[in-house]
Protein backbone atom coordinates (compact mmCIF):
# COMPACT_ATOMS: atom_id res chain seq x y z
CA UNK A 1 0.00 0.00 0.00
CA UNK A 2 1.03 3.65 -1.03
CA UNK A 3 2.59 6.26 1.96
CA UNK A 4 0.85 9.08 3.10
CA UNK A 5 1.94 12.42 3.68
CA UNK A 6 0.26 14.90 5.66
CA UNK A 7 1.23 17.94 7.76
CA UNK A 8 1.60 17.33 12.08
CA UNK A 9 -0.59 20.08 12.85
CA UNK A 10 -3.37 22.39 11.97
CA UNK A 11 -5.73 24.85 13.26
CA UNK A 12 -9.35 25.97 12.33
CA UNK A 13 -11.36 29.15 13.41
CA UNK A 14 -14.86 27.47 14.47
CA UNK A 15 -17.44 28.17 12.01
CA UNK A 16 -14.80 28.21 9.40
CA UNK A 17 -13.82 25.66 6.71
CA UNK A 18 -10.85 22.87 7.61
CA UNK A 19 -9.17 21.77 4.24
CA UNK A 20 -6.17 19.22 5.74
CA UNK A 21 -4.00 18.04 3.05
CA UNK A 22 -2.79 14.38 2.07
CA UNK A 23 0.30 13.76 -0.07
CA UNK A 24 0.08 9.82 -1.61
CA UNK A 25 2.29 10.39 -4.92
CA UNK A 26 3.29 6.53 -5.01
CA UNK A 27 -0.85 5.62 -5.40
CA UNK A 28 -1.54 3.08 -7.46
CA UNK A 29 -4.61 2.63 -9.28
CA UNK A 30 -6.58 0.33 -7.37
CA UNK A 31 -5.98 2.02 -4.38
CA UNK A 32 -8.24 3.98 -2.84
CA UNK A 33 -7.99 6.95 -0.07
CA UNK A 34 -9.62 6.87 3.05
CA UNK A 35 -9.97 9.33 6.03
CA UNK A 36 -10.27 8.09 9.57
CA UNK A 37 -10.52 10.78 12.23
CA UNK A 38 -9.36 9.83 16.42
CA UNK A 39 -10.39 11.20 19.40
CA UNK A 40 -8.58 11.62 22.34
CA UNK A 41 -9.30 7.52 24.25
CA UNK A 42 -11.94 6.83 21.17
CA UNK A 43 -11.69 4.12 18.40
CA UNK A 44 -11.27 5.67 15.25
CA UNK A 45 -14.42 7.03 13.16
CA UNK A 46 -14.37 6.59 9.52
CA UNK A 47 -14.98 9.66 7.84
CA UNK A 48 -14.97 9.21 4.05
CA UNK A 49 -13.18 6.96 0.97
CA UNK A 50 -12.82 8.22 -2.71
CA UNK A 51 -11.24 6.55 -5.18
CA UNK A 52 -10.56 9.23 -8.24
CA UNK A 53 -13.98 11.07 -8.10
CA UNK A 54 -14.85 13.72 -5.57
CA UNK A 55 -16.81 12.31 -3.00
CA UNK A 56 -19.36 14.22 -0.41
CA UNK A 57 -21.32 12.83 2.22
CA UNK A 58 -22.91 13.74 5.62
CA UNK A 59 -19.24 14.32 7.44
CA UNK A 60 -17.19 16.04 5.02
CA UNK A 61 -15.75 16.05 1.51
CA UNK A 62 -13.42 14.83 -0.34
CA UNK A 63 -11.22 15.96 -3.53
CA UNK A 64 -9.02 14.21 -5.31
CA UNK A 65 -6.32 15.97 -7.53
CA UNK A 66 -6.99 14.46 -10.98
CA UNK A 67 -3.39 12.67 -11.17
CA UNK A 68 -4.30 11.38 -8.03
CA UNK A 69 -1.32 12.00 -6.14
CA UNK A 70 -2.68 14.27 -3.80
CA UNK A 71 -5.97 15.13 -1.84
CA UNK A 72 -7.69 16.85 0.80
CA UNK A 73 -10.05 15.92 3.52
CA UNK A 74 -12.76 19.26 3.95
CA UNK A 75 -14.82 19.75 6.85
CA UNK A 76 -17.36 22.56 5.75
CA UNK A 77 -18.25 24.32 9.14
CA UNK A 78 -15.83 22.87 11.98
CA UNK A 79 -17.17 23.22 14.90
CA UNK A 80 -14.76 22.10 18.89
CA UNK A 81 -15.94 18.36 18.67
CA UNK A 82 -14.17 18.13 15.34
CA UNK A 83 -11.07 18.15 17.01
CA UNK A 84 -8.65 15.41 16.49
CA UNK A 85 -6.23 13.77 14.72
CA UNK A 86 -7.20 13.25 11.43
CA UNK A 87 -5.73 10.24 9.07
CA UNK A 88 -5.46 9.90 5.07
CA UNK A 89 -5.04 5.98 4.30
CA UNK A 90 -4.32 4.53 0.94
CA UNK A 91 -5.35 0.85 0.41
CA UNK A 92 -6.12 -1.43 -2.04
CA UNK A 93 -9.96 -2.16 -1.82
CA UNK A 94 -10.04 -5.33 -3.94
CA UNK A 95 -8.25 -8.39 -5.11
CA UNK A 96 -7.85 -12.23 -2.85
CA UNK A 97 -4.54 -10.43 -1.78
CA UNK A 98 -5.99 -8.38 0.13
CA UNK A 99 -6.07 -8.02 3.99
CA UNK A 100 -8.12 -4.86 4.31
CA UNK A 101 -5.53 -4.12 6.55
CA UNK A 102 -5.22 -0.05 7.50
CA UNK A 103 -1.58 1.50 7.84
CA UNK A 104 -2.02 4.26 10.19
CA UNK A 105 0.49 6.86 10.26
CA UNK A 106 0.88 10.12 13.02
CA UNK A 107 -2.18 12.12 10.81
CA UNK A 108 -2.68 15.42 11.25
CA UNK A 109 -3.85 16.52 14.78
CA UNK A 110 -6.59 19.61 14.17
CA UNK A 111 -7.21 22.18 16.82
CA UNK A 112 -10.54 23.79 16.24
CA UNK A 113 -10.48 27.02 17.92
CA UNK A 114 -13.60 29.05 19.38
CA UNK B 1 -27.66 0.48 16.44
CA UNK B 2 -25.32 -1.34 14.57
CA UNK B 3 -21.95 -1.09 15.18
CA UNK B 4 -19.38 -2.65 17.34
CA UNK B 5 -19.03 -3.10 21.25
CA UNK B 6 -15.81 -4.11 22.96
CA UNK B 7 -15.70 -4.90 26.59
CA UNK B 8 -14.31 -4.18 29.09
CA UNK B 9 -13.42 -0.61 28.98
CA UNK B 10 -10.60 -0.97 30.97
CA UNK B 11 -8.76 -4.13 32.41
CA UNK B 12 -6.00 -4.71 34.45
CA UNK B 13 -3.77 -7.61 34.32
CA UNK B 14 -1.85 -9.28 36.82
CA UNK B 15 1.43 -10.76 35.89
CA UNK B 16 1.27 -14.10 34.37
CA UNK B 17 -2.05 -13.94 33.93
CA UNK B 18 -3.94 -14.31 30.03
CA UNK B 19 -7.10 -11.74 29.98
CA UNK B 20 -9.74 -11.64 27.09
CA UNK B 21 -11.14 -9.04 25.33
CA UNK B 22 -14.45 -9.11 23.78
CA UNK B 23 -15.43 -7.71 20.68
CA UNK B 24 -18.92 -7.61 18.76
CA UNK B 25 -20.14 -6.49 15.69
CA UNK B 26 -24.27 -6.47 14.46
CA UNK B 27 -23.02 -5.10 11.19
CA UNK B 28 -22.75 -8.45 9.90
CA UNK B 29 -19.53 -7.85 8.18
CA UNK B 30 -17.27 -11.24 7.28
CA UNK B 31 -13.74 -9.35 8.18
CA UNK B 32 -12.70 -8.53 11.99
CA UNK B 33 -9.82 -7.17 12.85
CA UNK B 34 -7.25 -6.75 16.40
CA UNK B 35 -5.34 -3.56 16.64
CA UNK B 36 -3.18 -2.25 19.21
CA UNK B 37 -2.14 1.46 19.87
CA UNK B 38 0.72 2.70 21.84
CA UNK B 39 0.62 6.06 22.96
CA UNK B 40 1.63 8.80 20.00
CA UNK B 41 1.99 6.15 18.00
CA UNK B 42 -0.25 4.26 15.10
CA UNK B 43 -2.37 1.68 15.13
CA UNK B 44 -0.42 -2.25 14.19
CA UNK B 45 -2.59 -5.04 13.03
CA UNK B 46 -2.63 -8.09 15.50
CA UNK B 47 -4.49 -10.47 13.99
CA UNK B 48 -7.45 -10.71 11.50
CA UNK B 49 -10.41 -13.00 10.19
CA UNK B 50 -12.11 -13.08 6.58
CA UNK B 51 -14.55 -15.95 7.61
CA UNK B 52 -15.91 -17.57 10.70
CA UNK B 53 -13.08 -20.52 11.59
CA UNK B 54 -9.99 -18.58 10.41
CA UNK B 55 -7.77 -16.18 10.90
CA UNK B 56 -4.21 -14.86 9.96
CA UNK B 57 -1.25 -13.49 11.67
CA UNK B 58 -0.73 -9.77 11.50
CA UNK B 59 2.05 -7.49 12.27
CA UNK B 60 2.53 -8.30 16.28
CA UNK B 61 0.58 -11.42 16.74
CA UNK B 62 3.49 -12.99 19.22
CA UNK B 63 2.23 -13.12 22.49
CA UNK B 64 -1.39 -12.52 21.51
CA UNK B 65 -4.15 -15.28 20.54
CA UNK B 66 -8.07 -15.18 18.92
CA UNK B 67 -11.17 -17.42 17.50
CA UNK B 68 -13.78 -16.69 15.28
CA UNK B 69 -16.31 -19.75 16.55
CA UNK B 70 -19.20 -16.96 15.06
CA UNK B 71 -19.89 -14.10 12.88
CA UNK B 72 -20.21 -11.80 14.60
CA UNK B 73 -17.17 -12.64 18.01
CA UNK B 74 -13.81 -11.98 17.40
CA UNK B 75 -12.17 -12.22 21.14
CA UNK B 76 -8.48 -11.21 21.46
CA UNK B 77 -6.75 -13.04 24.72
CA UNK B 78 -3.55 -11.77 25.85
CA UNK B 79 -1.23 -14.42 27.14
CA UNK B 80 1.13 -14.43 29.51
CA UNK B 81 3.87 -14.39 26.91
CA UNK B 82 3.21 -10.89 25.61
CA UNK B 83 5.87 -9.09 27.93
CA UNK B 84 4.71 -5.72 27.43
CA UNK B 85 0.92 -5.73 27.10
CA UNK B 86 -0.21 -2.13 28.52
CA UNK B 87 -1.89 -0.57 24.91
CA UNK B 88 -5.20 0.64 23.53
CA UNK B 89 -6.67 -2.59 21.24
CA UNK B 90 -9.16 -1.79 19.00
CA UNK B 91 -11.32 -4.34 17.15
CA UNK B 92 -13.08 -3.23 13.55
CA UNK B 93 -15.23 -5.07 11.49
CA UNK B 94 -15.71 -4.67 7.64
CA UNK B 95 -17.57 -6.00 5.07
CA UNK B 96 -15.69 -8.02 2.42
CA UNK B 97 -15.80 -7.53 -1.39
CA UNK B 98 -15.95 -4.32 -1.79
CA UNK B 99 -13.97 -0.83 -0.77
CA UNK B 100 -15.92 -1.30 2.18
CA UNK B 101 -13.83 0.69 5.05
CA UNK B 102 -13.36 -0.53 8.53
CA UNK B 103 -15.56 0.68 11.37
CA UNK B 104 -14.07 0.32 14.31
CA UNK B 105 -15.11 -0.08 18.40
CA UNK B 106 -14.56 1.86 21.28
CA UNK B 107 -11.26 -0.01 22.27
CA UNK B 108 -10.55 -1.24 25.65
CA UNK B 109 -7.16 -0.04 27.75
CA UNK B 110 -5.20 -2.54 29.20
CA UNK B 111 -2.97 -2.13 32.06
CA UNK B 112 -0.55 -4.19 33.96
CA UNK B 113 -1.19 -4.02 38.04
Known amino acids: DAKTTQPTSMDCAEGRAANLPCNHS???????VYWYRQIHSQGPQYIIHGLKNNETNEMASLIITEDRKSSTLILPHATLRDTAVYYCIVRVAHGSSNTGKLIFGQGTTLQVKP | DGGITQSPKYLFRKEGQNVTLSCEQNLNHDAMYWYRQDPGQGLRLIYYSQIVNDFQKGDIAEGYSVSREKKESFPLTVTSAQKNPTAFYLC????????????FGDGTRLSIL
Open chain 1, 26 to 32: TISGNEY
Open chain 2, 92 to 103: ASRQMGAAGAQH
